[in-house]
């Protein structure tokens, strides 16, 4: 008989999947409990399932884990990159982020950047991931799995998740939602949905899914351009999705959910950062209540990037803080992000996995890399 993968798998598919073992309907819930709050690895660690229950439960069913594979510690501030191998080899990064401690709040939040996919299709000129192609979805198990082996490398309880690691959420939809809705959960990790973040490269079909589903979820949109010819440039997406295109769907999300998105602005010098970007912005915000982030280019010279993505540039740090500057004078909310992880690659848009696929059957001894 083939083994069920039970990670990822909700409390309802849990129950259905007990059942058809024979077995009533609250071992369902012990599963849930183990698997998803206690983060166990293996049937063995149930200790309140009795031995006949995790014998049946061991011919028929398996609990996946990622393998990890490598920790980098940066030394200037503390962030984590964890490579994990995949059930098929492949192999996604996920960043642990610790607040800047000058943050309100700091001393309780830490933030886990999770993948959606390993690489993405998307190609936006910008973005280390881009350059790996697409090689599949992730599972909701596997997005979950992400949190459960980062809390056991963290000093305290992961409060907070954002989905802009690799790969483009609105891509793995069902995933990415089914992930949220377990994560979430009460009765498993309890991140509450005003701590999860997901962005998007933009796609607005789905932009307005997530309002008429009524997600409670944050949105982010990486926006980088309020101009339709240069966001094209920077993202191939926009030739699906125009700029008027997003801000309409954005618009339909904040008259029906009242929840105000947060625009992701890289800022490139010359390119994005004039005052005629300022002025677009302006009125982009009259339109739609939001915040924004800005976001430091962080260098992609490692992959080689040539043509147009050669050119790109980020704004030195006192025209970013201008234009930061500009922003709040209208009234708009804005945060200046820091570069957390840049020395170990681990800043946004820098997660690119080299070994695409290893054949290695021995298992790597994990390394700590401390930068
Ligand atoms: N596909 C999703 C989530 C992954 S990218 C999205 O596009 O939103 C997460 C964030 O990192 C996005 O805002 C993206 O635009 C940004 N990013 C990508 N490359 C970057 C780089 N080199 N420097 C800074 N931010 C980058």
């Known amino acids: 008989m083939k083994k069920k993968s039970i990670r990822g798998l909700s409390l309802k598919e849990l129950q259905e999947f007990v059942e058809s073992l024979g077995e009533k309907k609250y071992r369902a819930t012990q599963l849930f409990s183990w698997m998803y709050a206690k983060g166990a690895q293996s049937f063995d660690e149930m200790t309140d399932i009795s031995r006949e229950f995790r014998d049946v439960l061991e011919h028929s069913a398996r609990v996946d884990n990622l393998e990890l594979v490598r920790k980098s510690v940066s030394s200037t501030d503390g962030t984590i990159k964890f490579l994990f191998r995949l059930i098929d080899d492949l192999m996604i990064e996920s960043v642990l982020i610790p607040p800047e401690e ?20 998307l190609d936006c000129k910008f973005c280390a991931t881009g350059t790996m192609g697409f090689l599949r979805n992730l599972t909701a198990g596997e997005i979950i799995d992400q949190v459960i082996q980062a809390q056991r490398h963290a000093e305290r309880r992961i409060t907070n998740l954002v989905y802009m690691g690799m790969g483009e959420p609105m891509l793995n939809y069902e995933e990415v939602m089914k992930s949220v809705d377990i994560l979430s959960d009460d009765r498993s990790l309890n991140i509450g949905t005003k701590h999860i973040t997901i962005s998007t490269a933009g796609y607005a079909d789905k932009i307005r899914q997530m309002a008429d589903e009524d997600r409670k979820v944050k949105l982010a949109l990486s926006l980088h351009s309020l101009d339709n010819e240069k966001r094209t440039q920077l993202m191939p997406i926009t030739k699906k999705h125009s700029v008027s295109d997003l801000i309409e769907s ?6 029906k959910t009242r929840r105000r998105p947060t625009f992701e602005y890289i800022l490139f010098d010359g390119f994005n950062d004039t005052k005629e970007d300022i002025k677009k ?13 800005i976001i430091p280019f962080h260098s992609i010279d490692f992959t080689g990037a040539s043509g147009f993505a050669a050119t790109l540039k980020p704004t030195p740090r006192d025209r970013m803080e201008q234009f930061a500057q500009a922003l709040r004078e209208a009234n708009i909310t804005v945060m200046v992000r820091s570069s957390a992880g840049e020395d170990i690659e681990a800043a946004c848009g820098q997660l690119a996995v080299e070994e695409k696929k ?14």
Do not use: H, M
């Open 102 to 121: 000058t943050a309100p709040g700091a001393d309780r939040r830490l933030t886990l950047c999770l993948s959606t996919q390993v690489g993405c299709p």
């Open 358 to 371: 290893s054949k290695a059957k021995s298992k790597p001894a994990i390394t700590e890399t401390l930068t």
């Open 281 to 293: 912005f302006v009125t982009l915000s009259k339109r739609i209540p939001c915040k924004v982030n």
């Open 250 to 255: 954005l618009e339909y999300y904040y008259r």
